[in-house]
Structures are given as C-alpha cells and as structure tokens.
T-cell receptor, first 116, second 113 residues
Framework: DGGITQSPKYLFRKEGQNVTLSCEQN?????MYWYRQDPGQGLRLIYY???????QKGDIAEGYSVSREKKESFPLTVTSAQKNPTAFYLC???????????????FGEGSRLTVL | GNSVTQMEGPVTLSEEAFLTINCTYT??????LFWYVQYPGEGLQLLLK?????DKGSNKGFEATYRKETTSFHLEKGSVQVSDSAVYFC????????????FGGGTRLMVKP
C-alpha cells in the first residue's frame, strides 16, 4: 500500500544529543514537510521541500536540520540547539506545483520525541 | 499574516448529538479552507475542503461552508457517533500552489455512548 512511514514511533534522548527522525514515502510525491505538534498549539511547520535537493525553512526551523537527497526520503535531525525538543513530529507529503495540488497533505503516524 | 483560530476543547457530546466546531481565519487574498481529523495514535487526514466563498465541503456526514463575510469555516455534523471521537484541525492554504497550510490549534471531540 502507498503511504508515509515514520520511524521510530517513540524516541528518548538525553539533553545535548542529536537525533534523526526518518520519513519515507512511496506515493511519488514531489513535496515533503515536517510539522511539530504541541498540545493546544496545532501544527507548526519546521521545514519543507518542494523537490529533491532543495528545501526551505518553515516557521520554526531553529535547532532543526533536514536533507532531501532522494525523492522518497526526508529525514529530520533535531539538534542539541533545539531548546525544547520534546514534542510529536509529523511528516507529510503532497504533489507539488501550481495546478497539481488539491490542498491535501498525506501524513505519517508521527514520532514522539521525549528529552530526558 | 495568516492565522486560524478554533474553539478550545475538549468538546464532549452524547451520541447522536449535533456538533459544531467553530473556525475563523485571517488571511490575505482568498485561501482554500480545510478540515483535517486526527484519530488517536494516527496522523492527520483530510476530512473536507472548500476552495472559494460559499462553497460547502462535505464528507462522512460532516459539512462546512466557506463564509467570506464572516471569515469562518465552522464544522458541523447532525448526529455524532462514538467513532467520531478525534482531534479536528481547521487549516487554510497560504500560497497559490495550495500546498502550504496554516493550521489552527485543534479541537478535541469526545463522544460518549
């Protein structure tokens, strides 16, 4: 079945450690996104990529990094510079380009990161 | 800038009750509007959308009408079920391509048998 796979589902990290969250899609979508979800704050955009080898900062990019070396993959690294990394992280994908998009993002099941 | 405001939850209803979740927005231009739903332990999925003023989006018994004059997109359902228990997010598109979304804070709905 086509979809988006995020791993790991749960992750614990000590302060000062970097951690990488995986996101893989087999929907042949050009665009991929990372959102952070905190209780009562909805989803906030961290980074997005409209095409391979290109990505842009979203609203809350500080302390995060990404890469987009393959169309299928968009890993997110939470660095030690992120002041409050404990959150639920959601990856999404969609077709890109004007006229192609319907506004529907396809989401993975999320990764919950807890900093100890 | 663009923003979406939703009523705070949780909203607790009995089965077969009428549901309204309020959503208002601030945006430049005429964005498309969306409702997404997140069931427990899952990612978000699109519930319905409307792309221009006075459009009504509908799906699975849920409806929402794009009201430009009141900048609102309230979600309604005539008779909720226990299986509707979830978190509901209102969102708008903030670019011409339609794929950059701004989300509201989410409203948790709990339906009791």
């Amino acid at each position: 079945d086509g979809g988006i796979t995020q791993s790991p589902k749960y992750l614990f990290r000590k302060e000062g450690q970097n951690v990488t969250l995986s996101c893989e899609q087999n929907l042949n979508h050009d665009a991929m996104y990372w959102y952070r979800q905190d209780p009562g704050q909805g989803l906030r955009l961290i980074y997005y990529s409209q095409i391979v080898n290109d990505f842009q900062k979203g609203d809350i990019a500080e302390g995060y990094s990404v890469s987009r070396e393959k169309k299928e993959s968009f890993p997110l690294t939470v660095t030690s510079a992120q002041k409050n990394p404990t959150a639920f992280y959601l990856c999404a994908s969609s077709p890109a380009g004007f006229g192609q998009h319907t506004g529907e993002l396809f989401f993975g099941e999320g990764s919950r990161l807890t900093v100890l | 800038g663009n923003s979406v405001t939703q009523m705070e939850g949780p909203v607790t209803l009995s089965e077969e009750a009428f549901l309204t979740i309020n959503c208002t927005y601030t945006a430049t231009g005429y964005p498309s509007l969306f409702w997404y739903v997140q069931y427990p332990g899952e990612g978000l999925q699109l519930l319905l959308k409307a792309t221009k003023a006075d459009d009504k989006g509908s799906n699975k018994g849920f409806e929402a009408t794009y009201r430009k004059e009141t900048t609102s997109f309230h979600l309604e359902k005539g008779s909720v079920q226990v299986s509707d228990s979830a978190v509901y997010f209102c969102a708008l598109s903030r670019n011409n391509a339609g794929n950059m979304l701004t989300f509201g804070g989410g409203t948790r709905l709990m339906v009791k048998p």
